[in-house]
């Protein structure tokens, strides 16, 4: 039986080379592995990250206005705190059945109010900072 050494020799060196499509695929496996066994089994409506303390929060905007909203366990909104039409900062309350019932901020004459309803919604108190 006859053996041609030269591709014998050829065939040795393929294996010293490093194949790039062979490392890409290792890389990439690895990862998905890794992704697989720290991914949490939450649903990520579900998620929830705890308790956050910090010194400082900045909510910049990206023009429709920076805002932070909560929300109770029957997920309705019971805060709204941002920027409104005009440029305004306030803060917005709600109760349980989502109705408003408390705005500080700004009015479209730029005078600071105050605005209080009751649990229906219904207009209670209104006062301006406008003398």
Request: glycine share 10%; aromatic share 10%.
């Amino acid at each position: 039986m006859f053996v041609n050494k030269n591709k014998l020799k050829k065939k040795e060196n393929n294996m010293d080379q490093i194949d790039l499509k062979s490392v890409l695929i290792g890389f990439l496996g690895s990862c998905l592995i890794f992704v697989l066994i720290a991914a949490d089994e939450r649903e990520p409506s579900n998620m929830n990250f705890g308790d956050i303390v910090v010194n400082s929060i900045t909510i910049k905007d990206d023009g429709h206005g920076g805002f932070i909203t909560a929300y109770n366990q029957d997920q309705k909104r019971t805060l709204y705190l941002g920027t409104g039409k005009d440029a305004n900062g306030y803060v917005q309350t709600y109760n349980k059945y989502e109705e408003p019932t408390a705005y500080i901020g700004s009015n479209r004459d730029m005078d600071g109010v105050i605005v209080l309803k009751d649990r229906y919604g219904a207009l209670g108190y209104t006062q301006s900072g406008k003398k």
